[in-house]
C-alpha cells in the first residue's frame, strides 16, 4: 500500500497535466507528445518497468516510448478495472495482477468527469517481494527459535515421563497445562516479534516514500523557479501540495519554507515561522534553488505520526485476534493429538471389537472434523454483503440494498430446502451418502463463488453452497442422534456443537483477516481446499459404516392433524411468530447490516471479523453461566423475554448513537443475548404440553425451520428498510419490543395445551 500510494503520487501528476490538456479541447486518442508527460512518471517511480495509456475497452494507445496500435490489455486485466461512478462513489485507482505483473490503474476523466482512459504503471510483482524479502526471512528466524525452544522443552518433559503415568497412559492435565502453556508462551512471543517486525519495516517503508514524493515536489518546484518565478508567485501550489498529502495518508504536510525561515506554502492552512516536527526522524528536508540574488528556500516533507499509530494500533489488534484464535485452534488441535494417541493405544482391541465400538472410537473425531469443515464453510461470513456491493448490477428492478441481501437469503433458504431433502437421503442411504454428497455439493459452490465476477453466476453459487450446507449439516446431526443411548448421544451434541462454534468464530475472523490481503476470490479458494482437507478427515476418522436412521416413536404414533394443532396452539404460535423469528431477524445485523456499516466507515473487513470474534466468544463462554443465573433467576419464559429485550435495547441503542463503537457495543449485547435467550428459548418450547405430545424430536425440527425463515427474512427486512438509514434498524428494535410485549401478554405456561389437541391424558 506505501509502495502504491508513491506510484499514485508520481502517475497522478501525469493524468493532472493530460486532464488539463482534455478540458481544453485535446483528444486522448490524438495527443501530441505524450511521451514527455510518461517518460517522468518511470523516472520517479522505481520498479516500474512500463507506462501506458489505456482506453476504457483495453486498447492501448501510448507507452513511454510514443504510440502504439493494434494492442490491447489481457482481458483477465480489463474484467476488474471499473472507473464509471456507481451511486456517485469514485475509485482514485485499481490494482490487478496478472503473469506475474501488477498492474496499478489510476483513471483519466473529462471535463464532465466521465472515465475517458487510464495510465498503466506496470511492475513485476517481485518488487513488492523484495521488499519484503527481510522482514519474512527476520520472522521465519524468530518461528524457527521459537519452534526448537517448545519443542526441547517438550522432549524435557517427555523424557523425565512428566506426562505418562504408572500405566504408561497418558496424564492429561499435566499434558494439557504443559502444552498449552508452551503454545500460549510462543504465540504471544511470536505475536509480539511480529509486530515488532512490521512496525520496523512499515515505518522505513513509509520514509522512503515520504524522501520519493519529496524529490518529485523538489523537481517541479525546480522547474518553475528555474524559469524565472519567484517562490511568490507560485499560485496554485497549496492545491498541488493537497493533493498529494490527501493521495499518501502518511503524509501529515507538505511546507515550502521561504529563505526567511517562513512558511510561504503548505498543505494546513497555515503560513509563518516554520515549525518544529515532534519528531525529526519523520521529516525530510530538500534544498530548493534561490532567488536571483537571495537564499536558498526549502522543502519539508512531514510523515503523519497519527496514520502510523493507526496502522500500528491495527496491527496489534490483527495480533490479539489471532492469538485468541490461536489459542481456540490450539485446543481443537491438542485434543485431537490426545484423540489420535488414545486411538494407536487402542488399535489391536479395536480390531476384535463389535462394529458399534469401532463406531463409537471413530466419533471421537467428530469434534476435530467439525471444526474444521465449518472453520472452512464460514470463513466467507464477514463479507457477503460488502461482495455483492462491488458486484452490483441493476437486478429485477430490485434495489442495491436488495441484491446485496440476495446471497445470505438464498443461502438460508436452499439450505433449508436441504435439510428436508437431506433427511430424505439420510432414510434411504445413510449419514455418509449424505454427508459426502453435501461436502461435494458445498466445495463446488464455494469454488463457484471464488470464480464468480458478477451477480447472477454469485447468487447461483451461494445457492449452491447452501444446499451442500444442509446436507452436512443434517447429516452430522443425524450422526449424532444414531447413538444407542442418551449418554452418549448427549456426548456427541455436545462434540459437535463444541466443534462447529470453535470453527465458526475462528473461520469468520480468518476470514476477514484474509479477505483484506488477498481478497474475496482467494478466501474462497483457501475454504474449497480446507473443505477438501476436512473430507479427508471423514474418510479417515468417522466410521465406514453407511449409517441407518433411527425409527422415532411420534412417526407412527401421532395422526397428521396433529401437526397442525401444534402450530395452532397459542403458547407455540406466540413463540415462534413474536419470539424466535423477530429475533433471528435482529441476528442477521450482524451478519448482513454491521459488515455494510463498517465498510461504510472506512474501516477493513478485519474489524468484522473481530466482531463475529467477539460475539461468538460471548455466546461459548458466557452461555454456560448465564444460561444457569437466568433459569435460577428469572425462569424460562422471563429469560426468552429479558434476551429479547436485551436485543431490541442493542438495535436501538445503535440507531441512536450511529457510532462504530456502538455498533460493536450491539454485536457484543446481541451475543450476550444468545448465550442465554437460546438456551431458555428450548427450555421454554421442550417443557410446553404441546411439545411434550408431538415428541420432542419432531419439534425442535419445526424449531430450526422457523429460525430458518427468521434468517431468510432476515436480510430482505433490513435491505428493504435501506431506504430509512440507519432509522430502520431502531425500527426493527421497536418491532421486536412490541412483539415481546405481545408475547409476555398472550403466552401461557401453566394451563393445560394437550386438551386443545383432542387427545385425552
Not at 114 to 138: C, E, K, Y
Not at 647 to 671: K, P, R, S
Request: net charge positive; glycine share 10%.
Amino acid at each position: 500500500e506505501s509502495l502504491l500510494a508513491s506510484y499514485s503520487v508520481a502517475g497522478r501528476e501525469a493524468v493532472r497535466k493530460i486532464e488539463y490538456a482534455v478540458r481544453y479541447g485535446k483528444p486522448l486518442t490524438s495527443f501530441y507528445r505524450m511521451a514527455d508527460f510518461l517518460v517522468p512518471v518511470k523516472q520517479d517511480a522505481p520498479g516500474v518497468e512500463e507506462v501506458r495509456i489505456v482506453l476504457p475497452d483495453g486498447t492501448i494507445v501510448y507507452t513511454e516510448n510514443g504510440s502504439v496500435s493494434d494492442w490491447k490489455e489481457e482481458e483477465i486485466l480489463l474484467r476488474d478495472v471499473h472507473f464509471a461512478s456507481l451511486d456517485g462513489k469514485r475509485v482514485d485507482r485499481q490494482v490487478v495482477s496478472g503473469k506475474g505483473k501488477d498492474h496499478l490503474f489510476l483513471p483519466i476523466r473529462d471535463r464532465g468527469g466521465n472515465w475517458i482512459g487510464s495510465i498503466d504503471l506496470v511492475f513485476d510483482q517481485a518488487v513488492i517481494t523484495q521488499r519484503l524479502r527481510g522482514p519474512l526471512f527476520r520472522m521465519l528466524w524468530f518461528l524457527l527459535g521459537t519452534l526448537v525452544v517448545g519443542v526441547l522443552v517438550l522432549f524435557l518433559a517427555h523424557s523425565r515421563k512428566f506426562f505418562l503415568s504408572e500405566t504408561g497412559e497418558i496424564r492429561r492435565k499435566p499434558f494439557l497445562t504443559v502444552t498449552f502453556l508452551i503454545l500460549g508462551i510462543s504465540q504471544a512471543f511470536f505475536g509480539w516479534m511480529n509486530y515488532g517486525i512490521y512496525r520496523d519495516g512499515y515505518l522505513a517503508a513509509a520514509r522512503d516514500n515520504g524522501a520519493l514524493i519529496a524529490r518529485i515536489i523538489q523537481r517541479d518546484v525546480n522547474g518553475v523557479v528555474q524559469k524565472g518565478v519567484p517562490y511568490q508567485r507560485l499560485f496554485g501550489l497549496d492545491e498541488y501540495l493537497r493533493g498529494i498529502a490527501v493521495t499518501v495518508p502518511e503524509i501529515a504536510r507538505v511546507d515550502l519554507i521561504g529563505p526567511e525561515e517562513n512558511i510561504l506554502y503548505s498543505t494546513l492552512p497555515s503560513t509563518g515561522p516554520k515549525e518544529q516536527p515532534l519528531d525529526p526522524s519523520y521529516q525530510t528536508l530538500l534544498s530548493l534553488p534561490p532567488q536571483p540574488g537571495g537564499k536558498p528556500a526549502q522543502l519539508s516533507v512531514e510523515l503523519s505520526a497519527g496514520n502510523l499509530a493507526g496502522k500500528m494500533q491495527g496491527m496489534i489488534l490483527d495480533t490479539l485476534t489471532l492469538v485468541v484464535i490461536s489459542f481456540i485452534f490450539m485446543v481443537e488441535m491438542t485434543l485431537l493429538v490426545i484423540m489420535i494417541f488414545g486411538r494407536r493405544k487402542t488399535d489391536a482391541a479395536s480390531k476384535m471389537s463389535s462394529l458399534s465400538e469401532n463406531e463409537s472410537s471413530g466419533l471421537t473425531f467428530l469434534r476435530p472434523m467439525a471444526f474444521i469443515l465449518f472453520f472452512a464453510i464460514f470463513m466467507k461470513g464477514s463479507f457477503i454483503p460488502l461482495i455483492m456491493n462491488d458486484l452490483y448490477q441493476p437486478l429485477f428492478g430490485l434495489s442495491k440494498s436488495m441484491v446485496s441481501a440476495l446471497p445470505l437469503s438464498l443461502e438460508v433458504l436452499f439450505g433449508g430446502l436441504a435439510t428436508f431433502a437431506g433427511g430424505a437421503l439420510y432414510d434411504r442411504k445413510g449419514w455418509r451418502n449424505t454427508f459426502f454428497s453435501g461436502l461435494l455439493i458445498v466445495a463446488l459452490g464455494t469454488l463457484l463463488s471464488g470464480l464468480s465476477h458478477t451477480v447472477i453466476p454469485f447468487l447461483i453459487a451461494r445457492s449452491i453452497a447452501g444446499i451442500g450446507y444442509g446436507f452436512c449439516y443434517i447429516s452430522l446431526r443425524s450422526l449424532v442422534n444414531e447413538a444407542p443411548s442418551e449418554t452418549e448421544r448427549a456426548a456427541r451434541l455436545s462434540a459437535f456443537i463444541s466443534g462447529l462454534y470453535a470453527g465458526v468464530m475462528s473461520g469468520v475472523a480468518i476470514g476477514a483477516l484474509l479477505a483484506d490481503r488477498m481478497g474475496f476470490s482467494s478466501v474462497f479458494m483457501v475454504s474449497f481446499f480446507i473443505i477438501l482437507l476436512a473430507g479427508g478427515m471423514a474418510l479417515v476418522w468417522l466410521p465406514h459404516t453407511a449409517g441407518r436412521r433411527m425409527v422415532t416413536p411420534e412417526r407412527s404414533v401421532f395422526p397428521s392433524g396433529v401437526t397442525a394443532k401444534f402450530f395452532a396452539n397459542r403458547n407455540v404460535l406466540s413463540l415462534f411468530g413474536l419470539v424466535v423469528i423477530p429475533l433471528t431477524i435482529c441476528s442477521v445485523f450482524l451478519d448482513y447490516y454491521f459488515p455494510l456499516f463498517i465498510s461504510g466507515q472506512g474501516l477493513s473487513t478485519s474489524q468484522v471479523g473481530r466482531a463475529f470474534l467477539l460475539n461468538g466468544l460471548c455466546i461459548v463462554y458466557l452461555g454456560p453461566w448465564l444460561s444457569q443465573w437466568s433459569d435460577r433467576s428469572f425462569g424460562a419464559a422471563k429469560s426468552v423475554v429479558l434476551s429479547g429485550l436485551i436485543v431490541a435495547g442493542a438495535l436501538i441503542f445503535f440507531a441512536v448513537q450511529g457510532t462504530v463503537i456502538a455498533a460493536f457495543l450491539a454485536v457484543i449485547l446481541l451475543g450476550i443475548s444468545d448465550s442465554f435467550g437460546l438456551v431458555a428459548q428450548n427450555s421454554f418450547f421442550l417443557h410446553l404440553p404441546v411439545t411434550r405430545l408431538i415428541g420432542p424430536g419432531k419439534a425442535l425440527g419445526y424449531y430450526d425451520n422457523v429460525r430458518k425463515i427468521g434468517q431468510m427474512v432476515g436480510p430482505v427486512t433490513f435491505a428493504s428498510l435501506a431506504s430509512t438509514g440507519i432509522i430502520g434498524v431502531a425500527l426493527v428494535g421497536l418491532g421486536t419490543l412490541v412483539a415481546l410485549v405481545v408475547f409476555r401478554g398472550v403466552s401461557r405456561t401453566e394451563r393445560s395445551d394437550i386438551l386443545e389437541m383432542g387427545v385425552s391424558q
